[in-house]
């Protein structure tokens, strides 16, 4: 039986209790027990001195990408579990972009069990919306949701005939289940390699219009609608799109968005000298874009950070722009980069943190994401000061290339608990 721990000498961000103060916590077996002062803790507790820091929900990650079942090379469910937790992040939902997609029941049955045999953090499946990714056949939405899926999405594939997006909008509504679109018009878009502007035309490279984002954004807030379909638009990068969504929530409808968090803290410079560690699907836009996209987190319009995690071998990233694959290794950086916001005054803690906590939690219907009596104790131990030099070649991740590679940042994870359990100490490593 684990062992109770009460963790004190804390400041506790709770978005869910709207709650940003001092306070303790204490965890019995694998729960919350009790948050408050003055705790009556049990003889046999282990008392953990947090030293001022932050205590924080663990972080939720929708938008992870490996390279298990098929390419393995790429990122494993252990890999990106170990990079995962010493990340903070204590929950990551895989995409059904795998080598070989998560398109059926199976396939979700096996990401579920070797995530809970391999990973240490938590493991959540997505489902393919069509049979090999394809974008043509529906794929069986139904078993994969029975299976465990907990939202379904083409990946990084575009479903671009409109007919085929109704359809599959219409089937989910019985099962109540989220449907995450990457809103990007293919026959736009092209064979792009960054943003389309001044700077892609100085560098010589075809560029991706934000129309291609704003065309397939709208085409599937009408379906959502016509459908009531619970929609996720993915990985939003253009301020353009950011009015849409705002009238879609304004009308009522189950319309949510997610940004990378590159698209908030970097922009189409740090692709100049042609850097392929920051080329990204999204592209990196615009400064006005950047600073738009933050603002409308801020202002709730868009709901989740997402790390975007796609990381890539050094064969497919150290090759001319042109050639060289989309993709960055994030996981451990998610936290440390979104903090950013808050140490420049972008953004309160509590909003910050909610972003990657408790909004995703609501999102995929799942119980963590809070610190609650009750929950599950998926806590992470943050130093919000702690000055960083991210260093992509220390990455626990198998991706070693980062658009983030020497970028200053301040924050870090100290210990990560799962279920109550302590997974990960900055001190020690992995536990």
Not at 293 to 308: H, M, P, Y
Request: charged share 25%; proline share 4%.
């Amino acid at each position: 039986m684990r062992k109770s721990k009460l963790f004190t000498n804390a400041r506790i961000v709770a978005p869910n209790l709207n709650f940003d103060g001092n306070a303790e916590i204490l965890v019995i077996g694998d729960v919350i027990a009790e948050i408050g002062e003055n705790i009556d803790t049990p003889q046999d507790a282990e008392i953990i001195d947090c030293e001022g820091n932050c205590i924080m929900p663990g972080l939720i990650d929708m938008r992870v990408s490996i390279g298990e079942p098929g390419a393995e090379h790429r990122e494993t469910l252990k890999s990106a579990g170990r990079a995962a937790v010493a990340g903070g992040i204590t929950t990551m939902l895989i995409q059904p972009d795998t080598e070989h997609p998560i398109d059926d029941a199976a396939m979700v049955d096996f990401i579920i069990r070797r995530g809970r045999d391999a990973s240490l953090a938590k493991v959540l499946s997505a489902g393919a919306l069509t049979k090999g990714l394809n974008g043509e056949e529906m794929a069986e939405l139904g078993l994969m949701s029975e299976a465990g899926a907990v939202l379904f999405s083409n990946g990084q594939n575009p479903i671009k005939d409109t007919k085929v997006m109704q359809r599959l909008m219409s089937y989910s509504c019985a099962y109540d289940t989220l449907v995450s679109t990457r809103p990007q018009d293919p026959w736009i878009a092209g064979n792009g390699n960054m943003a389309q502007g001044e700077l892609a035309a100085r560098m010589g490279l075809s560029g991706i219009s934000a129309n291609a984002e704003v065309i397939f954004a709208n085409r599937d807030i009408v379906l959502a609608q016509a459908t009531g379909c619970k929609l996720l638009l993915d990985m939003i990068s253009s301020a353009r799109t950011i009015p849409i969504i705002e009238n879609a929530k304004a009308d009522g409808l189950d319309v949510y968005a997610s940004v990378n968090v590159h698209n908030l803290c970097l922009n189409e410079n740090d692709v100049e000298d042609y850097r392929t560690f920051a080329k990204l699907n999204p592209p990196l836009r615009s400064e006005d874009d950047r600073v738009e996209l933050i603002s409308a987190l801020k202002d709730g319009i868009i709901d989740v950070i997402v790390s975007g995690h796609d990381p890539r071998p050094p064969e497919e990233k150290r090759l001319p722009f042109d050639e060289a694959s989309f993709g960055s290794s994030a996981l451990e950086v998610l936290l440390s980069a979104s903090l950013s916001l808050y140490h420049n005054g972008h953004i309160e803690l509590i909003d910050l943190v909610k972003t990657m906590t408790l909004n995703p939690a609501v999102l995929l219907g799942l119980d963590s994401g809070k610190i609650a009596k009750g929950a599950p104790a998926d806590l992470i131990v943050v130093d919000l000061g702690y000055p960083l030099r991210f260093d992509a070649s220390e990455l626990y991740s198998k991706g070693k290339n980062a658009a983030f590679d020497e970028k200053l940042l301040q924050g870090k994870v100290l210990q990560t608990y799962v279920d109550g359990e302590k997974v990960y100490d900055i001190e020690t490593g992995h536990i």
